[in-house]
């Protein structure tokens, strides 16, 4: 096993200061042992140990050398596989299914880079963790730092993180620090930790953390019985799960673990959109902007796995796509009231599928694949305003406004009926 730097091509033994001399980020090259299928099949009765794990399971493709006894585990992953109705109709896409990473224990896709990254921290004997956050990989940094007993170092913008992960990242005892400026500035910070006060960094720059994230292909593909989908579609900020899904699928083809390649696609917000500009345009570098989106977490102007992420997209026959926070709020909206939910940034692959399908770049007949990527109990204010109709920059189609009432039987006997144009029994019954 050794790292090999995406720009220049170098390889290197060990991570020190997290980038290549060159300035580009690193990968994880592995020597791979013998592996099949079957082995990751029998894996699905191990009721503990790290084999229980979503992510543990695919060991041989993602840590092969790491002792059992380093993994930090909660288990991860494990997450389902839905199919409904209305987000197909929706989206145009009948064979559309939803892979829920807000499923996992601190409600996102980044515990199955986390308990691969802060395994691989403890293996290599960092002492303090860090990484930039608008709030998902923080409470999960934060929860793996606690269960192996690192110091954890959280830097966030001020005033830009979701309540509910501040309060995660808090109640597992990471120390929190409000930079003044945005998620890019938090990175950037981060960055130049990694290099002079020697921060063991826990984002996606980190190369184990999109090893781990690779599992959401892996186990999404074994729900599958093996059998690719025609896309994937996922949403993009900092552009981890790009790089990872092209990897896992790039490493399964070369080992001759599928056949078929499914095209990935990734997408962006229309205010958070500098891959999506590079990708039209026709320039060699990425341009980073100011970002604003309601999708908060992917709120990001100068992702740092692009390169990486575009070599994805191009071995994968993809594409890349933008959607506005009205198209980004409306597809939450559909997924949210067929019972599955998601946060907003999760739900701009669904509104992704649907915009790709309107275009023709998705056919009809094609099976996709919508990776939700965190849970409806994030941003919950943006949730409500939406239903509300409160949110200035959003056109609140699908609203689910509440309504007030006296507290008698009589004055709500009365609402129902108006509200269903019905007498009560029937509006209560449904029918
Ligand atoms: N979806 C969710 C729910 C996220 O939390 C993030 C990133 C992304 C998508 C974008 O990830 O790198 O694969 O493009 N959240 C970071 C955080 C910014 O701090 O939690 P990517």
Not at 185 to 204: C, P, T, W
């Amino acid at each position: 096993m050794k790292y090999r730097c995406v720009r220049c091509g170098k390889s290197a033994s060990t991570l020190n200061g997290f980038t290549c001399g060159c300035g580009g980020t690193l990968e994880v090259v592995h020597a791979f042992p013998e592996v099949s299928l079957d082995v990751f099949g029998q894996r699905l009765s191990h009721i503990d140990g790290p084999f229980s794990s979503g992510v543990w399971r695919y060991k041989e493709l993602i840590h092969p050398r790491i002792g059992t006894d380093s993994i930090v585990t909660r288990p991860e992953g494990n997450t389902n596989l839905y199919r409904r109705g209305a987000v197909s109709s929706y989206t145009g896409v009948e064979r559309l299914q939803l892979k829920h990473e807000g499923e996992n224990p601190t409600g996102s896709f980044k515990d199955r880079g986390m308990t691969v990254a802060v395994s691989e921290a403890v293996r290599s004997g960092a002492n303090i963790v860090a990484c930039a956050s608008t709030g998902n990989t923080s409470a999960s940094m934060a929860a793996y730092a606690a269960q192996a007993g690192l110091k954890a170092v959280v830097f966030i913008p001020e005033g830009e993180i979701s309540y509910g992960k501040l309060a995660q990242a808090l109640a597992y005892g990471a120390q929190v620090i409000q930079v003044r400026g945005n998620f890019d500035d938090a990175m950037r910070v981060v960055k130049e930790g990694g290099s002079e006060l020697g921060f063991y960094i826990l984002n996606s720059l980190n190369p184990w953390r999109v090893e781990g994230q690779k599992s959401i292909v892996f186990e999404m593909l074994q729900q599958r019985r093996w059998q690719p989908p025609d896309w994937i579609v996922v949403p993009a900020g900092n552009l981890g799960n790009t790089a990872a899904f092209g990897k896992a699928l790039r490493e399964l083809k070369e080992l001759g673990l599928i056949d078929k390649v499914p095209r990935l696609a990734s997408i962006q917000a229309e205010g958070a959109n500098p891959f999506y500009r590079f990708w039209r345009g026709k320039h060699n570098r990425l341009e980073p902007m100011k970002p604003d989106t309601i999708a908060s977490a992917i709120k990001i102007g100068n992702p740092v796995s692009w390169v990486k992420a575009l070599d994805s997209i191009r071995m994968t026959d993809g594409a890349v796509e933008q959607v506005s926070d009205t198209e980004i709020m409306e597809a939450k909206a559909i997924v949210d009231s067929s019972g599955v939910g998601c946060e907003p940034a999760s739900a701009a692959s669904v509104a992704g599928a649907r915009k790709l399908r309107e275009m023709s770049d998705i056919a009809p007949d094609e099976e996709v694949v919508c990776v939700l990527t965190g849970n409806l109990l994030k941003d919950p204010e943006n949730t409500v305003k939406y239903h509300l109709g409160e949110l200035q920059t959003v056109d609140a189609r699908r609203m689910n406004k509440p309504v007030q009432v006296e507290p008698d039987i009589g004055s709500i006997e009365q609402l129902l009926k108006q509200l269903n144009g019905q007498p009560m029994e029937a509006a209560v019954s449904g029918h």
